[in-house]
T-cell receptor, first 117, second 114 residues
Framework: AQSVAQPEDQVNVAEGNPLTVKCTYS??????LFWYVQYPNRGLQFLLK??????LVKGSYGFEAEFNKSQTSFHLKKPSALVSDSALYFC???????????????FGSGTQLTVLP | NAGVTQTPKFQVLKTGQSMTLQCAQD?????MSWYRQDPGMGLRLIHY???????DQGEVPNGYNVSRSTTEDFPLRLLSAAPSQTSVYFC?????????????FGEGSRLTVL
């Protein structure tokens, strides 16, 4: 079974400071890893994904994430936070194509990011 | 483009009533899925479909039925509503390959069961 842990329910950061939202995962074989963002009363929006290759993945709105296989982590980062980044962030994992579940995403419980002006 | 459209946005049911949540996508995606979102629990997969005529169970399928008669539509049926089914439901779709996992979500349907 695959699983995702987001250890922080809430992250607060001052505008202009770097931000990190943590995620660790468990999956058989090579993982597909994703970050999604949810604004109030909206559906989730895809931010970025790691499939293979470079451990640093760049995505939408200046976000990036670093894949660390030895620590089974996929932390979301941004060098300089904006107030408009305030939202609920979800990490997700799926197995690779050989697992037969490449599109069955398992989501973490979410981390509420608040960027303070 | 409309993307993924869910109806209704809000619904209140009494215990034991049945209803259908509608989901339609206009992106010709083969993969469609239903999730429920509960506070502190993230999103949990209810049912999914990899193409017309093909459906399968996710993590929490009990109490729900789905069908996929066309590529565009993937309705979710609640057979006999229970208070435990009070939740926000999201429909999501994606391409069949290449960009697998990049889900496009609808705006959600908020269901309250009394």
């Amino acid at each position: 079974a695959q699983s995702v842990a987001q250890p922080e329910d809430q992250v607060n950061v001052a505008e202009g400071n770097p931000l990190t939202v943590k995620c660790t995962y468990s999956v058989s074989g090579n993982p597909y890893l994703f970050w999604y963002v949810q604004y109030p009363n909206r559906g989730l929006q895809f931010l970025l994904k790691y499939i293979t290759g470079d451990n640093l993945v760049k995505g939408s709105y200046g976000f990036e994430a670093e894949f660390n296989k030895s620590q089974t982590s996929f932390h979301l980062k941004k060098p300089s936070a904006l107030v408009s980044d305030s939202a609920l962030y979800f990490c997700a994992v799926s197995g690779g194509p050989s697992s037969g579940s490449a599109r069955q995403l398992t989501f973490g419980s979410g981390t509420q990011l608040t960027v303070l002006p | 483009n409309a993307g993924v459209t869910q109806t209704p946005k809000f619904q209140v049911l009494k215990t034991g009533q049945s209803m259908t949540l509608q989901c339609a996508q206009d992106m010709n995606h083969e993969y469609m899925s239903w999730y429920r979102q509960d506070p502190g629990m993230g999103l949990r997969l209810i049912h999914y479909s990899v193409g017309a005529g093909i459906t399968d169970q996710g993590e929490v399928p009990n109490g729900y039925n789905v069908s996929r008669s066309t590529t565009e539509d993937f309705p979710l049926r609640l057979l006999s509503a229970a208070p435990s089914q009070t939740s926000v439901y999201f429909c999501a779709s994606s391409y069949s390959s290449g960009r697998a996992g990049e889900l496009f979500f609808g705006e959600g349907s908020r269901l309250t069961v009394l």
